[in-house]
């Protein structure tokens, strides 16, 4: 049974919903670059990112082309970067409430002036 490594990624992804956390993920990132944005954890952020090159690379630790093992290694790759990257999705989307209502107190406090 030969599985590419495009249809291991595509059940990787439905992992805890990450599909739809992807334009959170997009947003993180926007604001990661902004001076005064959001500040995520180095590792919950560059692990997946490393993960996703060795992905795309075509040079495996352990070649696709042996039965099984080899996409067992892309698979536990996946497995381990996406909670993380969830998991910081999810922290943005606090942080990124926070900010509002913080917004919205300011916003209040002007309007009592």
Known sequence: MKVSKIQLAKEAFKHKGFIQKIPVIIRMIKSAMKKGGYKPHFKNVIVPGLVFVYLISPIDIIPDWIPVIGVLDDLALLA?????????????????????????MIEEAEVVR
């Open 80 to 104: 381990f970067a996406i909670p993380l990257l969830v998991t910081e999705a999810e922290k943005f989307i606090a942080w990124e409430a926070s900010r509002k209502s913080d917004d919205l």
